[in-house]
């Protein structure tokens, strides 16, 4: 199975050679190549969502906006037609009251940050496997710490679904020691599948404090709760005449289910 986290990278119109409309040929081709099972994408904004839709005919995607009438950015959800069946969708925002669309946590920015989650099942194995998508906070690492601990929390209470796996993937904006990190110290059946990968985010160098091979900036991370052999772990560092894919690195990991 071959899952990855996919920072798109919102179409603000200020990225010049990376604005979206020059990248998304790039993104399509990469995305038909590699054919992943499930893609968990940060910052997606509506319009984005509809054209993954329309480019991705074998896939399924689901999400809705982090804003208060479920617009504004997603975190999206896309997985194979072929192999999976949906059984539940679910969204709850980052907040004192996550069933609130467009609520925040009183101290964080003035951004909603939600999470979407799925239950797919492997139409073969029968097999339920769970897929959390989420981007946190990205000023404050208190409130990071509060957001994880907040979709930990959610992930290991009581499902009516017996998953065989979990994976919990995104853009979580903390490098591996920061003190919001330490947060999965508490959940040891958790195993980051993309340990000691090095840079995921590069705002395509333009500061020259990013370094390719700084391993001390990774923030884009894939967790797996569950019985799989990690077969290879890779970033996609694609670049074409200065347009990459993302001022991320999208992170693509293959593991095997027993």
């Not at 709850?92 to 609130?100: C, D, Q, Y």
Request: charged residues 25%; glycine residues 4%; aromatic residues 12%.
């Amino acid at each position: 199975m071959k899952i990855v986290t996919f920072n798109i990278r919102c179409d603000c119109g200020v990225d010049k050679e990376n604005n979206f409309e020059f990248r998304k040929p790039y993104i399509l081709k990469k995305l038909t190549e590699e054919n992943p099972d499930v893609i968990c994408f940060q910052e997606v904004m509506s319009h984005m969502a509809l054209w993954l839709n329309d480019s991705l005919p074998e896939y399924c995607i689901i999400g809705c906006g982090r804003d208060e009438n479920l617009d504004g950015e997603q975190v999206t959800i896309a997985y194979r037609r072929d192999r999976f069946s949906l059984l539940a969708l679910n969204h709850f925002w980052h907040s004192e009251t996550p069933n609130v669309p467009g609520s925040i946590f009183f101290e964080q920015s003035v951004f909603p940050r939600l999470c979407s989650e799925c239950f797919l099942m492997e139409r073969e194995s029968r097999k339920i496997i769970r897929v959390v998508n989420t981007h946190l906070d990205h000023l404050s690492s208190a409130i990071r710490r509060k957001e994880l601990e907040l979709v930990m929390d959610t992930i290991c209470s009581v499902s009516m679904y017996k998953e065989y796996l979990t994976f919990l993937a995104g853009d979580l904006n903390a490098e591996p020691e920061s003190e919001e990190m330490a947060v999965m110290k508490s959940y040891p059946e958790f195993r980051c599948l993309t340990q000691n990968i090095g840079i995921t985010y590069h705002g395509y160098f333009r500061d020259n404090q990013n370094i390719k091979n700084d391993s001390s900036a990774q923030i884009d991370y894939i967790f797996v709760r569950g019985d799989v052999q990690l077969k290879s772990v890779e970033k996609w560092t694609d670049v074409h005449e200065g347009v990459y894919l993302s001022d991320h690195y999208p992170v693509s990991v293959v593991v095997e289910i027993f």
